[in-house]
């Protein structure tokens, strides 16, 4: 598989490089641990860790090149010595993180980083994007699963996201939480991801008439084929979408389904379906688009739509209900001081800590902790990992198979009121006593 | 200048392969012409456009690789001959476009493309993807630098934009409707944007005391340094920020600024610029920060705080408040036919266009009129230009400065009542006879 191209130490906000300068001129070389946590909002129940493969290849690789040693050069803002010192860096440092697809809430730390503190402060920039803009979209593929019934969801988004690898991003995170394909062909490369795509209303216009339109695309795609049926009327569509489809069947091929783009879904897909059906085409899907997100997906199903595929693009490709997360990164230890931040509504839990999950006899997620590193809370299992130890992945980046699957179980773990897309309810995070005290001790 | 990344044309939604395929494999090879535009909605009264000069890069360099092919050929979706003919492939279309910075209106073709229908369809996904988000940056940049009242605005959002390629188009974007610069460093090396920035907390809170903290970044940047004085108590730390701002007038060299991040900011500033103006400080600034928007910032000068320089972060890197646009790519005209589409909603103005402006006699804009390519409205200028002519480029790219200026002389036309930032206000856009004639005879 091909990977991305390399983001690299650029990436960074500008502050990142000038308290690195004034630690070095400084002689500041202690070690710090940084906590990374998305602090709670209303609008989210619950999180899906994703990224931490493109976060732990962005450190391996960390590398300030000639180029951007020269760049830096020509601010002025920096010493010779300084850019010396970049020149030569590599991130060295001990990193645990919650595996890509693990459930988590809001103060619970997804990654801790421990590393002397210039190596630590560099990294900062990059790791809050990557992780919180793959957890973004991974959550919000997972509210949409959750409403789907089964229903296969596709990713449709590329056209409309924030940029590229925004786009490979929503494709990778929505593909780890079920949704069954994307049509970013750019992911398909990269990551492998399933692709899938139908045809655009632009397509059918330059025929003369909708069934040549068809005809001709299932002549040359006549095992994978899905007519975009409301260009001009959808029910006149449905019908030569049918009658091309039984032309398919005689020549021992099959259409996989229609796709309706507008209208009032509801009743269309009722209506759509018994044409299929009465031509024979039991087997034809229904594939619904636009504008749909998982408040969308859930109306049309209790209303009974007879669709059998969700496209979902835009909405989901921005999480355009919640386009951020207040995920931050802090320090939370330097020098063997476990360090607090007091600042009004921006505190900040102090010490290495870990996150202890317990579940309840019928596997049900009951209660987090968290705690410090060292401890052990009973009967709960710890979410944190070691992942990188002096700058070295501790072990090979997981299969996109196996964060799916992990992503399952901890779903199939989580209470059905966190699952709810519409209610605000806030999983119960308490801390540990060893946890506390070490804050009261500042 | 060096370039971003090329993204490359796999980066595309599967269909506009599968259709290319299907218009190849049937030899349609007529021309086409896509208009590229954004419905209008109410909670955008004007946009900026914006990433012209990235699509044209694009467009210019669109080549399938061996590598890209190779993938292709592995989905088992398109033929050798095909695959052979995309290996081939260049794009040879032309293009008219608004240049960046112009202030346009929903429906209003942003670009239109003409060229062989297969050309025109394998762009669409990437020029979408680029047009839009800048643009979607520009325009809240813009509403920023609307109610700021001429205090200077640096973008801050690169740690929580949806990507790398996201953090780069709103440090450009923003750049071109008037922010003073940037943190991103990437966006410095690529653009030339100026760069900017302060110190964290963390960073405070790694030494014994504040004040050591001040001096230890005052010592390495003497003359470019602006103090964060909220990680314990803002007097305090401002009263701390002003004894160091005092060494260093000793010293020869002046204290910047102090940055407010936190707190009741109209209090704080007010205090804090009673603080540095008793020091002797009436030139260092004060930055405010943390949550800022167009909404915030308007209602922060609105209270009288006496802040000088906004950071804005999150909710202008992801357009928080309309995080996409409804920005479409509609085929017009295919083989000396004028095309419409009619799906419920999703109306399209047929036939090739330009848009042509009048201005009052007070040089403000009275009305916009969208008419046929060719036509020419009295009074009026058009704002589509030639940009690319069989796929080369018609002129070299504007510099950054000239955008710059484009979009003052616009922004500086635009009547006030359309700036609001509150009020739904719907600029006059109209058609011209000649442009309804040809709706009519479909």
């Given at each position: 598989?091909?990977?991305?191209?390399?983001?690299?130490?650029?990436?960074?906000?500008?502050?990142?490089?000038?308290?690195?300068?004034?630690?070095?001129?400084?002689n500041?070389?202690?070690?710090?641990?940084?906590?990374?946590?998305?602090?709670?909002?209303?609008?989210?129940?619950?999180?899906?860790?994703?990224?931490?493969?493109?976060?732990?290849?962005?450190?391996?690789?960390?590398d300030?090149?000639?180029?951007a040693?020269?760049?830096?050069?020509k601010?002025?803002?920096?010493?010779?010595?300084?850019?010396?010192?970049?020149?030569?860096?590599?991130?060295?440092?001990?990193?645990?993180a919650?595996?890509?697809?693990?459930?988590?809430?809001?103060?619970?730390?997804v990654?801790?980083?421990?590393?002397?503190?210039i190596?630590?402060?560099?990294?900062?920039?990059?790791l809050?994007?990557?992780l919180?803009?793959?957890?973004?979209?991974?959550?919000?593929?997972?509210?949409?699963?959750?409403?789907?019934?089964?229903?296969?969801?596709?990713?449709f988004?590329?056209?409309r996201?924030?940029?590229?690898?925004?786009?490979?991003?929503?494709?990778?995170?929505?593909?780890?939480?079920?949704?069954?394909a994307?049509?970013?062909?750019?992911?398909g490369?990269?990551?492998?991801?399933?692709?899938?795509?139908?045809?655009?209303?632009?397509y059918?216009?330059?025929?003369?008439?909708?069934i040549?339109?068809?005809?001709?695309?299932?002549?040359?795609?006549?095992?994978?084929?899905?007519?975009?049926?409301?260009?001009?009327?959808?029910?006149?569509?449905a019908?030569?979408?049918?009658?091309v489809?039984?032309?398919?069947?005689?020549?021992?091929?099959?259409?996989?389904?229609?796709?309706?783009?507008?209208?009032?879904?509801?009743?269309?897909?009722?209506?759509?379906?018994?044409?299929?059906?009465?031509?024979?085409?039991?087997?034809?899907?229904?594939?619904?688009?636009?504008?749909l997100?998982?408040?969308?997906?859930e109306?049309?199903l209790?209303?009974?739509?007879?669709?059998?595929?969700f496209?979902?693009?835009?909405?989901?490709?921005?999480?355009?209900?919640?386009?951020?997360?207040?995920?931050?990164?802090k320090?939370?230890?330097?020098?063997?001081r476990?360090?607090?931040?007091?600042s009004?509504?921006?505190?900040?839990?102090?010490?290495?800590?870990q996150?202890?999950?317990?579940?309840?006899?019928?596997?049900?997620?009951?209660?987090?902790?968290i705690?410090?590193?060292?401890?052990?809370i009973?009967?709960?299992?710890?979410?944190?990992?070691?992942?990188?130890?002096?700058g070295?992945?501790?072990?090979?980046?997981?299969?996109?198979r196996?964060?799916?699957?992990?992503?399952?179980?901890?779903f199939?773990a989580?209470?059905?009121?966190?699952?709810?897309?519409?209610?605000?309810?806030?999983?119960?995070?308490?801390?540990?006593?060893?946890l506390?005290?070490?804050?009261?001790?500042?």
């Amino acid at each position: 598989m091909q990977k991305p191209h390399r983001i690299g130490p650029l990436f960074t906000d500008l502050y990142e490089l000038t308290m690195a300068a004034a630690y070095f001129q400084n002689n500041v070389q202690a070690k710090a641990t940084f906590s990374l946590f998305v602090r709670p909002n209303e609008n989210r129940n619950f999180y899906v860790a994703a990224g931490l493969e493109t976060a732990l290849d962005e450190l391996s690789a960390f590398d300030f090149t000639d180029i951007a040693c020269d760049y830096l050069k020509k601010t002025n803002l920096f010493s010779d010595n300084f850019i010396q010192f970049l020149s030569q860096f590599r991130f060295r440092g001990d990193v645990v993180a919650m595996p890509e697809g693990t459930v988590f809430f809001g103060d619970e730390p997804v990654m801790e980083i421990t590393a002397p503190i210039i190596e630590a402060q560099l990294v900062e920039t990059l790791l809050l994007n990557i992780l919180g803009s793959n957890t973004l979209f991974a959550t919000k593929g997972a509210r949409c699963l959750h409403v789907s019934q089964g229903c296969p969801l596709v990713d449709f988004s590329l056209r409309r996201t924030q940029g590229q690898d925004a786009g490979l991003r929503v494709a990778r995170s929505t593909y780890i939480t079920g949704f069954a394909a994307t049509s970013n062909v750019q992911a398909g490369k990269v990551f492998g991801i399933p692709v899938s795509g139908t045809m655009a209303h632009s397509y059918v216009s330059t025929f003369e008439n909708e069934i040549d339109a068809f005809r001709a695309y299932a002549d040359v795609f006549p095992d994978d084929v899905v007519f975009l049926i409301d260009t001009y009327e959808t029910i006149a569509g449905a019908q030569k979408a049918a009658r091309v489809g039984q032309e398919m069947n005689q020549q021992g091929h099959m259409l996989k389904g229609v796709r309706l783009d507008s209208g009032d879904l509801v009743a269309l897909s009722k209506q759509v379906r018994e044409i299929l059906d009465a031509a024979g085409l039991a087997n034809a899907l229904i594939f619904a688009s636009g504008g749909l997100d998982e408040f969308e997906i859930e109306k049309l199903l209790k209303k009974g739509a007879r669709i059998d595929a969700f496209g979902v693009g835009t909405a989901v490709g921005t999480s355009a209900d919640a386009p951020n997360l207040d995920i931050v990164y802090k320090l939370v230890r330097f020098n063997n001081r476990n360090i607090r931040k007091l600042s009004p509504g921006k505190q900040t839990l102090a010490g290495e800590k870990q996150v202890f999950r317990k579940l309840d006899a019928q596997g049900i997620m009951s209660v987090d902790t968290i705690g410090l590193r060292d401890e052990s809370i009973a009967d709960s299992q710890p979410l944190l990992a070691p992942v990188m130890r002096r700058g070295e992945l501790v072990q090979d980046h997981p299969r996109l198979r196996d964060i799916q699957k992990n992503f399952k179980l901890n779903f199939n773990a989580l209470g059905d009121r966190y699952k709810s897309i519409h209610e605000s309810h806030r999983f119960p995070v308490c801390l540990s006593e060893k946890l506390k005290q070490v804050q009261e001790v500042q």
